[in-house]
């Protein structure tokens, strides 16, 4: 891969062109992708941060979307280092930089693919936080992966949108119950309760049970901490009516 990051680059120093400039920072890319993969994390870095560099310069040559979408696809990346030598903070930085060019492509493009990308960005950020029991960290990146999700639902309309829709605002719902709030906890885990039974697909029945199961669950437990049995017993019942239907 090495060899084949060595000859792009000499292609797109005789070329000069956006085709080669883009096959060299992907290959670049690639080439990190596998250091990481083999927990060569630092040598992974390395990589990244040439990428970084390298995908700077370019973009000040042919400033496009797809140039500038490698930018962010570096500080990405360098996130997903971090994250993996478990430097939460530095890597919320890299995560939240690559979001912010994101952030810039969708206002300009409004594509789903942009949005989509600017999504798993907030999710990821969101997960982590939670990992590490920073409950409001964790639900300010959730708040604004829900606002993004919401968006690509509206324009796609598709049944596996509004299944992670659901799943959002279930994670919501857990991130809320962890910081103490039933109240606002049940209201989230009731929208995706709300979202998950306008569903109906035969295609996704599997994801789409699952999800259920375990929001009824959810609501479940908040109705038993809330000391309604009659309702949480409920709830439970059908959970495990699903659960059944599922296994």
């Known amino acids: 891969q090495k060899k084949l990051v060595d000859s792009r680059k ?42 970084l560099s390298e995908s700077k310069d370019i973009h000040e040559i042919f400033n496009t979307e797809r140039t500038h979408r490698c930018i962010s696809d570096a500080y990405c990346r360098l996130g997903d280092a971090r994250k993996a030598l478990d430097d939460v903070e530095c890597a919320e930085v890299y995560y939240l930089k690559a979001a912010r060019i994101l952030e810039i492509i969708a206002r300009k493009s409004n594509t789903v693919d942009s949005l989509r ?32 999700a919401e968006a690509i639902e509206r324009q796609t309309g598709s049944i596996e949108d509004r299944i992670d829709l659901s799943i959002i605002f279930c994670n919501l719902g857990s991130i809320r119950r962890n910081r103490g709030d039933l ?53 439970y019942l059908k959970a495990l009516e699903i659960r059944r239907d599922i296994e």
């Open 117 to 148: 990308a600017l999504s798993d960005i907030y999710n990821v950020l969101s997960v982590m936080r939670y990992s590490n029991e920073d409950y409001s960290a964790a639900e300010k990146h959730c708040l604004k992966h829900a606002e993004i």
């Open 183 to 235: 109240e606002e906890a049940n209201k989230y885990f009731l929208k995706a309760l709300e979202i998950s039974e306008s569903i109906y697909s035969a295609t996704y029945i599997d994801k789409i049970r699952r999800n259920r199961s375990i929001v009824y669950k959810d609501v479940g437990d908040i109705r038993a901490k809330h000391n309604d049995l009659n309702n949480a017993e409920k709830y």
């Open 10 to 51: 000499e292609t797109f120093a005789e070329k000069q062109d956006e085709g080669s400039a883009l096959g060299y920072l992907c290959d670049l890319l690639t080439l990190g992708d596998l250091l990481l993969e083999l927990t060569q994390t630092d040598e992974a870095e390395e990589i990244y941060d040439e990428m």
